[in-house]
């Protein structure tokens, strides 16, 4: 992480500084090592539609709530919406797959960037697409103390999921902050896109398959190989952001 980066980021908004005061945490494929479950029970339930598809294009759907992917592919397999019913029954068999597939490990690095947040004095603030209760409930066991229930924006929370800008301009608001007094965590093209539209200074940790270029591309500030990764620099970041001004 370099000071360069953080200048050319505020210049871009306009920002005198990043005055950091919360951290926005998009949950899986952060927090939880849970994306290979999700793809898995997306490829079970789509095939079992009868709509041809890959694992893999999961990673590139991540971040959105499940009711756009689901008609995404409905509108792909039969050339129209999906009804609401559909939506509705179509993410109860994804979500069945899904638990039956087992409880996601933590992510490893997770608890320690998690820790470093609390230790600076900043606000942790959930904002997911999820809306998956079997993680939601694991978030307290987890990270205990950590995620309030009002900090945390979840699929329930916002008319247009990610890539739209919605859900993390709501994460500002539960924390009471300004897009330059925040940064985000995420890992998915989608969610470095909506953090991005946000106006806010997206870290983007690569633990899918995709390419890390499509996260540069899609308006990650920086992109790390994993959590340990951030959790290692994170204090380093907060000292940056604390001597990193314009005039
Ligand atoms: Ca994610």
Redesign the pocket.
């Known amino acids: 992480m370099n000071k360069t980066i953080l200048e050319n980021f505020l210049l871009r908004h306009g920002y005198k500084s990043i005055n950091l005061k919360a951290v926005l945490f ?5 927090l939880f090592d849970s ?1 290979k479950n999700h793809a898995a029970s997306w490829y079970k339930t789509v095939t079992g539609l009868g709509i041809e598809c890959t694992p893999e294009e999961f990673y590139l759907y ?2 959105q709530t499940g009711r756009q992917t689901i008609n995404q592919l409905i509108q792909r397999g039969f050339g129209r919406d999906a009804t609401d019913q559909e939506k509705k029954e179509i993410y109860a068999v994804k979500s069945a797959h899904f638990t039956a597939l087992g409880l996601a490990p933590v992510m490893p690095g997770a608890r320690q960037v998690v820790h470093a947040v609390m230790q600076a004095g900043l606000t942790p603030v959930l904002v ?2 999820s809306g998956q209760p079997t993680l939601l409930n694991r978030l307290n066991e987890n990270f205990p103390d950590a995620f309030r229930s009002d900090r945390m924006i979840t699929a329930h929370d916002v008319l247009h999921g990610k890539p739209h800008p919605e859900p993390y301009l709501r994460g500002l608001e539960k924390a009471g902050v300004a897009p330059n007094e925040a940064i985000v965590i ?3 093209p989608l ?1 470095v896109r909506s953090a991005a539209a946000a106006g806010i200074f997206t870290i983007a940790v690569n633990t899918g398959p995709l390419s890390e270029q499509l996260l540069y591309q899609e308006g990650a500030q920086i992109v790390l190989p994993d959590m340990s990764a951030l959790a290692e620099s994170f204090d380093n970041f907060v000292h940056l952001c604390k001597e990193t001004h314009l005039r």
């Open positions: 998009d949950m899986d494929g952060v994306m991540e971040g997911t697409g995420e890992n998915a969610g």
